[in-house]
């Protein structure tokens, strides 16, 4: 993050403009609209700024800048044409800790302008970092189209219920619980709809039939699917922005993560071979015990909750002890990695069948029905299978597969880490130790595996 997001309150605070140009003329208009009091110095004022005058209010200095023409000054504007100016705005804002903003210059900027969406009180400011604004403005535009006007009066509304809520709830978590229900309600629907003496109506009769009680807790199993935060479906977004905690193991991409709540709880339970945060059963207890505490508590697991994801044993511990629960499929690792490699699962001229297997058994063993595996015209995905690679392929030749057969290892699949090693039962052992492998990897076995050359789509 190159810029902190932050706004600044400027109503009645002293800004200065230089410049007094066309670009001088849309930064003072930015100011104006957050009440700033405004003065410009610049050799020679436009029209437009000239008119602004009047409508804005601004103090007019036309003369060259001086560095002690910014003592004062809560913030500065340089929109020149003159780079020795700008340059000489920007020294003296850094040496008096003045905020500045050189316009098309990020190098000189402590600040920079938004691509900004205005629904006051509700605003909602686009940035690149000064690397591309045309870029921030075309987002600001998708995000205009999604966001209409009337959400201003949605947030004017509940501005004026603020303090009768904070007196009717004890809590701040009460309090949120509240407001999400009435965004999500047909409050919102009356607002947009131009009715807002009834929006205000049946807020005011929420409020009152609304009672303080403590809030109950559930639990959501979401699957966070094999790594790309875009692959998460609506509900699972929905519901881990509402949770107030979230548990969440190895598998997780940071990305993903980073779409929970900013305040939520986070929680790291992961495992890894030989090594894990938390015993299951404990987890189990966890996640029982913080929704007992009135906790809306998002369970994160990559891939699918109930492929391999001991999501059963889980939902388990929560139906007996009477804990409401939510479980959210993901799409499994076998699905996106196969498709972001390129490998069709099944095939008219490959594979009729497709079966799901683990390499990491219970017992940390590798014993699985060889001999079915073995069976050709299928493919099998082994999740789990990188440390057990060398025998897994072993068993499938010693019970009939053709030590040709092609095998694919796909590292974190569908991030932009992804990696496919291609190879076949006789090689992609030795290929893989030769190699610093990054799980989370998943296997897939079949002759599907020679479509990856012609089908890859995505390198990662």
Known sequence: MDYFPIFVKLKDQDC??????????????CLARAGAKITVIAKEISTNVAE??????????????????????????????DDETNRLVATTAEQQKILVNVVDNPALCSFIFPAIVDRSPLIIA?????????????????????????????????????SPV???????????????????????????????????????????TTENIPPVGE?????????????????????????????????????ILDLARRDSEKIYVGKQRQNHALPQESINTLLA?????????????????????????????????????QVVPGITAASGCATYAGIPLTHRDHAQSCTFVTG???????NLNWTQLAVPNQTIVIYMGLVGLEKICQSLIAHGSD?????????????????????????????????????????????????????????G
Do not use: C
Request: glycine letters at 8%; aromatic letters at 6%.
């Open 16 to 29: 200065l403009v230089v410049g007094g140009g066309e670009i001088a003329a849309r930064k003072i208009d």
């Open 52 to 81: 602004m005058a009047v409508s804005h209010s601004l103090t007019l200095q036309q003369k060259a800048f001086l560095p002690e023409d910014l003592r004062g000054f809560r913030l500065v504007v340089s929109a020149t044409n």
């Open 126 to 162: 686009v940035s690149s970092s000064g690397a591309a604004p045309v870029l921030a403005r075309l987002l600001r535009a998708k995000i205009e189209t999604l966001i209409p006007p009337s959400y201003g009066r949605l947030a004017q509304l509940a501005a004026k219920f603020r």
């Open 166 to 208: 904070q007196q009717h709830f004890k809590t701040f978590q009460q309090r949120r619980i509240f407001w999400e229900h009435v965004f999500q309600s047909n409050i919102a629907e009356l607002v947009f709809a131009g009715k807002d003496e009834q929006a205000k109506q049946q807020l005011q009769q929420t409020l009152n």
């Open 219 to 255: 639990v959501y199993l979401i699957g966070a699917g094999p790594g790309a935060a875009d692959l998460l479906t609506f509900r699972a977004l929905r519901l881990l922005q509402q949770a107030d905690v979230v548990v969440y193991d190895r598998l997780v991409s940071p990305d």
């Open 289 to 325: 015990d913080l929704a007992k505490a009135g906790k809306r508590v998002a369970r994160l697991k990559g891939g699918d909750p109930f492929i391999f994801g001991r999501g059963g044993e889980e939902i388990e511990t929560l139906m007996q002890q009477g804990i409401h629960f």
């Open 360 to 366: 990491h058994l219970k017992d940390d063993s590798v």
């Open 403 to 459: 030590e040709n057969l092609p095998i694919a290892l796909v590292q974190q699949g569908t991030t932009h880490n992804q990696r496919v090693i291609i190879g076949t039962l006789s090689t992609l052992p030795a290929q893989v130790a030769q190699l610093d492998i990054k799980p989370p990897t998943l296997i897939i076995i079949g002759t599907v595996v020679t479509l990856h050359e012609r089908l890859r789509w995505f390198d």
